[in-house]
């Protein structure tokens, strides 16, 4: 099995910024991707950024040039910086690794901008 634990949500003025973190553990062997989703209150979870194992990446429009993914393979973690954070940022966001073809999820981490 394979575990996400992800970290460094929080609440957040409009502008700010947070960085999230998601590290992986368990039966690790070949990872595909990793990335981040989101849901807000009421919506479908939708994906924010995501990065292939080759570093290729794609970003939703609503992040593009705000939110940066970052991996460091040697410990299994994927990162995403969020800045200039606006009130429609506010989700739950989920971390995901696809491993031969299986996708797993982590338990999510609020982020809340509020002013």
């Known amino acids: 099995q394979v575990q996400l634990v992800e970290s460094g949500g929080g609440l957040v003025q409009p502008g700010g910024s947070l960085r999230l973190s998601c590290a992986a553990s368990?039966?690790?062997?070949?990872?595909?991707?990793m990335g981040w989703y989101r849901q807000a209150p009421g919506k479908q979870r939708e994906l924010v950024a995501t990065q292939t194992f080759d570093s290729y990446t794609n970003y939703a429009d609503s992040v593009e040039g705000r939110f940066t993914i970052s991996r460091d393979n040697a410990k299994n973690t994927v990162y995403l910086q969020m800045d200039d954070l606006k009130l429609e940022d506010t989700a739950v966001y989920y971390c995901?690794?696809?491993?031969?073809?299986?996708?797993?999820w982590g338990q999510g981490t609020q982020v809340t901008v509020s002013s």
């Open positions: 995901k690794l696809l491993q031969r073809g299986n996708d797993y």
């Open positions: 368990g039966s690790i062997y070949s990872i595909n991707a």
